[in-house]
C-alpha cells in the first residue's frame, strides 16, 4: 500500500536507531498508514485497535513494537493468528527485522514437529507466535506458561471469530496476565470482537485506515455468469489471456485438487493449498509459486489472508466465496504495496444475490459478463447507494474505542461454519 504521507519516515515514530537501521537496510523508508498511526502507540504501550485491510503492512505495524517492548520490559510477547500460513509469514517478518539483534521466536502451529516445538519453547523464545489450537495443546501439556507475557498481538481476528475460535481465544486471554499491552488487528469490527475489546483490552485506541470491506485500491475486478458445466473452459481460456502468476480459489479443498489437475492437464504448472495438505506439503507449494516452480497456485479460504506474494498478476475466483467479507481478502492477495491488480470472479446465475452483497460491502458496482464476455448491464441491480466509482481506499485517525458503538460491523451473506485448519 502507498504511504499515506510520502514524505513521512519510519525515523519520525519513535523506533529506536538500530531498528531504524535495520529497516533502511531492507529499504523500507516510507511507513505505509496503518504503519505511520499504529506503530507510535504501541511503542508508548497504548491498547490499540487497528482497522485496516489486506495488503497494508499491518505485521510490520505490531512486529516493531512487540520487538522493542519485549526488549525493555524483558516480557515475552506473543502473536496469535488464524492458520499456519500466516503465522509462518508474520515468523519471517520477525526473523528479518530481529534475528541480527539475537531475538528468538517459537512458531507454534498445527501439523507441526510437536517435539521440534518443544525443543524452541525451551530456548525461552522473546516471541512466540501461534495458532490458537496448537498453543492450547501446549498449555495443556504444561509446555508453556503465558504468565510472562508482556505484550499480546491478536492478529485477523475476525477471522479466527469466523473460524470458531472464540472459545480458544477466551481460555488465552485468561491465561496471560492482567498487566500486559493488547494490540487487536481485524479488517472489520463486528459486535463479537467489540466485546473482546471492551472486556479484556484497556480503553485501546481504535486506528482506522481503511473502511470496512474496503477492497484493494488498485484491484480491476469483473465476474462472469457462466454455468458449473463451463467453468474449466472458461479458466481454460483465461489462462491463456493472462502469463503472469494466478491465484484460483476454490470454495471447498475438493475442488481445489480437482481443478489443480485440470490445470496441469492445460499444460501449465500449478500446485494446490487447503487443509487436507501435510504443512510440509502447504510449505512447499507456497514457496514453490513464490519462486515461479508454480504458475498457478490453487487455494481455499485459508489462503485468503495467508499469502503474502508480490506480483500475483490475477486472483481468479473460480467459486465465490461462502463468506462476503472473504471476497475482499481474496482479492488483496493481487494489486499489493500500490500496484495493479486484476481480479476475476466466476458466478452461477442463480449466485446474482451473492454478487449483490458483494457489491454492498465494497461500495461499488462490478463489471458483470456472460462467459462469452458480452456485458450484461441488467443482470445486477446495484444497491441505489452504490456509486459508479469506488470511494477513497483508506481513512485513517485514531480515536478512543471506549466512545465508540457498533461501528463498522458488517453482515454475512451466509455463514456456515468451517472447520478448523489450524490445528
Known sequence: MRPENPNATFASLGIAPNVLQRLDEMKFLHPTP??????????????????????????????????QRVAATKKMGLVILPTRELALQVDETFRKVGGPFGLRTAVLIGGGSMHTQLKDIRRKPHVVIATPGRLIDHMDQKHISLGTVGILVLDEADRMLDMGFEPQLKRILTGVPTERQTLLFSATMPEQIAQIARKYMKQPLRVEVARSGTAAEHVDQEVFIVSKADKLSLLQKVLGEYRGTILVFSRTKHGAKKIARAVRQMGHTSAELHSNRSLAQRKQALEGFKSGAYRVLVATDIAARGIDVTGIELVLNF???DHTEDYVHRIGRTGRAGRAGKAISFAVPEQKNDIRQIERLINMRLSVKSHTGETLERFVEAPASVPERPPRAYRSGG???HRQGRSGQSGHSRHRPTKNPSR
Open 399 to 401: 480515536r478512543p474505542f
Open 319 to 321: 467459486d465465490l466465496p
Open 34 to 67: 496503518i504503519q505511520e498511526k499504529a506503530i507510535p502507540q504501541g511503542i508508548a504501550g497504548e491498547d490499540l485497535i487497528g482497522i485496516a485491510q489486506t495488503g497494508t503492512g499491518k505485521t510490520l505495524a505490531f512486529a516493531i513494537p512487540v520487538m
